[in-house]
Every structure is written in structure tokens, then in C-alpha cells.
């Protein structure tokens, strides 16, 4: 175990770390930047949270005896009442999911349209651009309904964008530096609509009750998996990088 004793490791990066387990005791994390971070089991005591700014999932977290993640989903649901409809329980409540977010998407889409290409491609600090979030849900939806639950070992599109902590894999794209324009991503797009859009058309309460298996070499690999949460995934992957996308779009 290193131990670190009255040390000053400001502005110090850690990239892929493992602190499972770690002691942090009189630490300083005022300005730190924490991205893609594991919390389970963490336990904070006597800590000072004043001005700071959490965006992730929230479930099980105790703040001083209160469980707040039931709070701040009532409280997100009311700001947003279609929100709660990207938790759907059955087939038509799926199908009643996409058409809400095709539908926002369309709006943010026209937005988007005002504005030069080069705005599209400015990234939000270390945050994606608003054409490399196309990028993503596209792979988003090539790896979870076309891989997952049509059965494509293989669906991806040289564009397609995983996310930034991904581990790589032979065989998809990653290209986080390229720069193509908003209609040749919307193409890709447009087909990937498509394949969901289709999937939740012929969507029965029978197959969201089912699992999916996909062995293949490449990602998702897994077993058993509920079809119900691959779709599931797609529609909060949809639903928060709207958001994202919404939050860091300038004004036309």
C-alpha cells in the first residue's frame, strides 16, 4: 500500500487509478475535477460539500441521515414530467418513450441548424461537441439494439464514438479527433432511428420480458442480459445527452 503523509499533490492527474479501498483522512479536494468516478460504498464523514456540482446516478446516497436520491428524481421529474416516461414497463410505454425523444431531438436538431458548423464541433470544456454526441448515440444504439438484441456481432459505423473511458476493442471505431460534417453524421443517425424506431414498432410485452446473449468477439459481450435494459439504456443515453447537448449549445 503507498501512503501519501503530508504531501502536496495539487494539480496531480490520475488516469484508470484503482483507489479501492483508499483512506483519505484532513485531504483537500477543493477545485478538484472528478470524472467517470466509482462511488459505490463510499462513506464520507465530516466532510464540507459547499459548492459543489454532482451529475451522475444517484441512488442510495445519505446526506446527514436523508436518502436524497428519491429527491431529486421527484424533484427532476416534476421540471421535466416526460422524464419519468423514459422508464417505461412495457411495450407500449416504449414505444410511447422513442416517440418523446425523437420528437425533443428534432427541436435541439433545429436549434443546432442555426448555428455555423464550427460551433457544432466546439467541445465544452472536456465535454463532446454537439456532433460528437450524435457520434455517440449512434454507437449507443448500433451496440445495445443492433448487437444486443438484433443480433449484429459487428453494426458499427466508421463515425460511431464510445465513450471517452472505454477500453478499446479490435474492431470498432474510435475516433474521437475526426471532424465530419452534422449531414454526414445525420445520415448514420437517420438509420439508427430507424432501427430502433422499428424494434419498438413490433416491440411486445412477451420479448421485453426476455434476455439476449451475444458471445462474439467485441462489445457488448455479455449473458442473460433483459432486453428490457438494453433498451432502457438507449433511452436515458438519448434522454441525458439531449440534455447535455440543450445545456452547451450557444445561442443562435
Not at 483537500?28 to 456540482?53: C, P, Q, W
Not at 421527484?74 to 421535466?80: H, I, K, P, S, V
Request: aromatic residues 8%; charged residues 30%; glycine residues 6%.
Amino acid at each position: 500500500m503507498t501512503e501519501f503523509r503530508e504531501q502536496d499533490l495539487s494539480g496531480a492527474r490520475f488516469e484508470r487509478t484503482n483507489l479501492r479501498g483508499a483512506v483519505f483522512n484532513h485531504v483537500s479536494l477543493t477545485g478538484a475535477d472528478l470524472r467517470a468516478v466509482d462511488f459505490h460504498g463510499t462513506r464520507m464523514r465530516g466532510v464540507e460539500l459547499v459548492g459543489v456540482e454532482i451529475s451522475g446516478e444517484v441512488r442510495d446516497v445519505v446526506v446527514n441521515g436523508v436518502d436524497i436520491a428519491p429527491l431529486v428524481e421527484a424533484e427532476l421529474n416534476r421540471r421535466m414530467p416526460d422524464r419519468a416516461k423514459m422508464r417505461a414497463e412495457d411495450a407500449e410505454g416504449f414505444r410511447a418513450a422513442w416517440a418523446i425523444l425523437e420528437r425533443l431531438w428534432e427541436g435541439t436538431l433545429a436549434r443546432a441548424r442555426e448555428l455555423p458548423e464550427a460551433e457544432l464541433h466546439r467541445e465544452a470544456g472536456d465535454e463532446w461537441s454537439f456532433i460528437q454526441t450524435l457520434r455517440h448515440l449512434n454507437f449507443a444504439s448500433a451496440a445495445w439494439v443492433g448487437r444486443m438484441i438484433l443480433g449484429n456481432a459487428s453494426p458499427w459505423h466508421a463515425l460511431d464514438l464510445p465513450w471517452d473511458e472505454a477500453p478499446g476493442w479490435d474492431g470498432i471505431p474510435w475516433d474521437r479527433e475526426a471532424r465530419p460534417s452534422l449531414e454526414e453524421v445525420l445520415v448514420v443517425r437517420r438509420e439508427r432511428q430507424a432501427m430502433v424506431r422499428s424494434v419498438m414498432e413490433s416491440l411486445t410485452d412477451e420479448q421485453l420480458a426476455s434476455t439476449v446473449t451475444r458471445t462474439e468477439p467485441g462489445w457488448p459481450q455479455l449473458e442473460g442480459f433483459p432486453l428490457k435494459t438494453c433498451l432502457r439504456i438507449v433511452l436515458n443515453e438519448e434522454w441525458e445527452h439531449r440534455l447535455y447537448a440543450e445545456r452547451d449549445l450557444p445561442a443562435a
